[in-house]
T-cell receptor, first 114, second 114 residues
Framework: AQSVTQLGSHVSVSEGALVLLRCNYSSSVPPYLFWYVQYPNQGLQLLLKYTSAATLVKGINGFEAEFKKSETSFHLTKPSAHMSDAAEYFCAVKRETSGSRLTFGEGTQLTVNP | EPEVTQTPSHQVTQMGQEVILRCVPISNHLYFYWYRQILGQKVEFLVSFYNNEISEKSEIFDDQFSVERPDGSNFTLKIRSTKLEDSAMYFC????????????FGQGTRLTVV
């Protein structure tokens, strides 16, 4: 079975500050890992994905994440927060098998203060 | 840019009624999914569909749920006799053939059962 744990249901940062959203995964097989963002009243938009290539993955809007197998982590970072980054962020894991489901974490609500 | 479209965006129904949620996946995608998100909770997998049959389903996807791809373009989720606890945002997603591609999500249908 696979699972994802996001530490911190709410994270608040100041505009211009570092954003760090934590994700730890549990998977018995090599996983694919994803970060999705959900803006209010909208669907899920892919930020970035790890699919066993480079461990440091760059995504849209200046976000990046590093896959660390030894720590079973895939934390999301952005050097400088912008007001438009305020949203809910979901980490998700998928098995490396045909058509398998995404398993989502609980989500982290990011607030950016002026 | 191709996108997954869902209709309606909001559906209100009385308890016990049947509802059909509609989705048009991206045209060359092969895997189709339904997920739901109860207000304030995480996104949960319901069912995946490939080659005109269900490939995987969760424990949530019981006999009151069914999926269909009636005409090669639409992908529908039917809830036969709605319950109050079925109130949620329902997301359709589709994915291409390659295992390392991400799922693209629609904007969701907010189902309210009264």
């Amino acid at each position: 079975a696979q699972s994802v744990t996001q530490l911190g249901s709410h994270v608040s940062v100041s505009e211009g500050a570092l954003v760090l959203l934590r994700c730890n995964y549990s998977s018995s097989v090599p996983p694919y890992l994803f970060w999705y963002v959900q803006y209010p009243n909208q669907g899920l938009q892919l930020l970035l994905k790890y699919t066993s290539a480079a461990t440091l993955v760059k995504g849209i809007n200046g976000f990046e994440a590093e896959f660390k197998k030894s720590e079973t982590s895939f934390h999301l970072t952005k050097p400088s927060a912008h007001m438009s980054d305020a949203a809910e962020y979901f980490c998700a894991v998928k098995r490396e098998t045909s058509g398998s489901r995404l398993t989502f974490g609980e989500g982290t609500q990011l607030t950016v203060n002026p | 840019e191709p996108e997954v479209t869902q209709t309606p965006s909001h559906q209100v129904t009385q308890m016990g009624q049947e509802v059909i949620l509609r989705c048009v996946p991206i045209s060359n995608h092969l895997y189709f999914y339904w997920y739901r998100q109860i207000l304030g909770q995480k996104v949960e997998f319901l069912v995946s569909f490939y080659n005109n049959e269900i490939s995987e389903k969760s424990e949530i996807f019981d006999d009151q749920f069914s999926v269909e791809r009636p005409d090669g373009s639409n992908f529908t989720l039917k809830i036969r006799s709605t319950k109050l606890e079925d109130s949620a945002m329902y997301f359709c997603a589709s994915r291409g053939r390659s295992e390392n591609t991400e799922a693209f999500f629609g904007q969701g249908t907010r189902l309210t059962v009264v």
